[in-house]
């Protein structure tokens, strides 16, 4: 953390930790959004989101830092999220990532979970 924990550097700059734990959640989205979206078109950009960094492996515990920075801890988002992304799970687009085993809790978008990003339309948002 930066100065007095505020996340800036002397200079009023965000140190390098804030700026990588902004980096985790790019949700495009407002926060009227996320509430009002049908679950399945929120986890829609949930995946996207997890995925935009392929060269990153996916750790939903950071990207939920990442939220929670983002959208102030808000209840009412986290819980939409939250369902979204157990939405993903239910339908086994996101799994364990077993290439990372000993590294748990890394995951993966499934086979199946590619092929509903790829035959998806852009939901409105």
Request: with cysteine.
């Amino acid at each position: 953390m930066g100065l007095f924990g505020s996340g800036l550097s002397k200079e009023g700059k965000k140190d390098r930790h804030d700026e990588f734990l902004d980096s985790l959640c790019q949700l495009e989205l407002a926060p009227a959004q996320i509430v009002d979206l049908p679950v399945e078109q929120l986890a829609w950009f949930v995946l996207l989101d997890l995925i935009r960094r392929e060269d990153a492996g996916i750790v939903v515990g950071n990207w939920a830092i990442g939220v929670q920075r983002r959208y102030q801890g808000d209840p009412e988002i986290l819980l939409a999220l939250g369902e979204a992304l157990a939405w993903l799970n239910i339908q086994m687009y996101l799994v364990d990532d077993l290439a990372h085993a000993n590294e748990y809790p890394w995951r993966r978008v499934s086979r199946a979970g590619a092929a509903w990003l790829n035959t998806q339309p852009a939901p409105a948002g």
